[in-house]
């Protein structure tokens, strides 16, 4: 599924002969979904919308399917959230059809107008959101927005534990674009871990690509970031993606300066992989997948698009 944002411009000859000037369409409201499977299938827009328009939004799937969406703005085409335009809120479409409560406010995503240029505050875009596994089976999920970390739970509408800030007090949200990947879950505890990689500084007007790794157990009675193995290269706006073999894979992105219109420079085209070791989860290290990398990379190298790239693993060990 994809959701909110805006549709494409209105013409494809807008893009080919005004690049950079062409106008932003509606569909900031709409949700459309996407059959991977089904060969020669369009993107089908559907009958219900979102209550208010997002530009820059989170999603995330709830226990029984539902889907969660969480903050952006209302207007499009900035670098910077602002006050004025912000969207502090989150709603629910239902899978099973129900009328949705009214959005509600999340207290991380609120800032007022002398906060625009405080990167914790609005680098709050594309929040970052993990469900994690509890035993009360509740809709517990791991939230940062810039640099505030918690774990609220969305269909009760409360938050059940504030985290340590993020490391170095960075922001890891748009624009400083981290990479968030939930581990693999080990028996018998299956204690979820969340890897944060990345990202940019909030060092306005040249921020910092970071390389910086770290995990956190959200669930622990006293959690703390623990710093794992650095990338080997600077990455931000990077994709994490966990393989079948315990892998963690990190693709796209760029290595130098942060999301954003035409911030970010020097495409990373190479994947790189992080072992994840069931035994001993701390011990993450990275290494260049040997595994049709050549491929990948002469791939990557024909993509000079370092933003909006969306990664998902399929069936069959496919990305």
Request: aromatic share 10%.
């Amino acid at each position: 599924m994809n959701i909110a944002g805006a549709e494409a411009a209105n013409a494809a000859s807008d893009i080919q002969f005004n690049p950079g000037n062409y106008p932003v369409a509606e569909g900031f409201d709409k949700l459309r979904t996407y059959d991977a499977f089904n060969n020669g299938q369009d993107w089908k827009e559907a009958t219900q919308s979102l209550q208010v328009r997002r530009w820059y939004p989170s999603a995330q799937t709830l226990i029984d399917g539902s889907i969660l969406t969480v903050g952006g703005s209302n207007a499009g085409l900035l670098v910077l959230n602002e006050a004025s335009i912000n969207v502090p809120t989150y709603e629910i479409v239902w899978q099973d059809g129900r009328k949705p409560a009214p959005p509600v406010t999340l207290p991380i995503l609120q800032f007022d107008a002398s906060q625009n240029l405080v990167p914790g505050k609005s680098y709050n875009l594309y929040p970052i959101l993990m469900l994690l596994p509890n035993s009360a089976n509740r809709n517990l999920i791991f939230t940062i927005a810039g640099t505030s970390v918690v774990i609220w739970d969305y269909t009760q509408d409360v938050l059940y534990k504030t985290l340590p800030n993020t490391p170095y007090n960075q922001p890891r949200t748009f624009p400083s674009s981290a990479t968030a990947v939930l581990l693999p879950l080990v028996a018998p505890n299956y204690t979820p871990t969340v890897l944060l990689c990345g990202g940019s500084s909030g060092d306005m007007p040249n921020p910092r690509a970071l390389n910086d790794c770290w995990t956190i157990n959200p669930l622990d009675s006293n959690p703390v970031w623990v710093a794992t193995d650095s990338m080997p290269t600077t990455r931000t706006m990077g994709d994490g993606i966990n393989l079948p073999d315990g892998t963690v894979m990190i693709i796209n992105g760029a290595q130098v300066g942060c999301g954003g219109g035409v911030m970010a420079e020097v495409p990373a085209f190479s994947p790189i992989g992080q072992f994840f070791p069931s035994k001993y989860p701390s011990d993450l290290s990275f290494s260049r997948p040997s595994v049709g990398t050549k491929t990948c990379i002469v791939y990557l190298e024909q993509m000079n698009e370092v933003k909006h790239e969306t990664d998902l693993a399929l069936l069959f060990n496919s990305v």
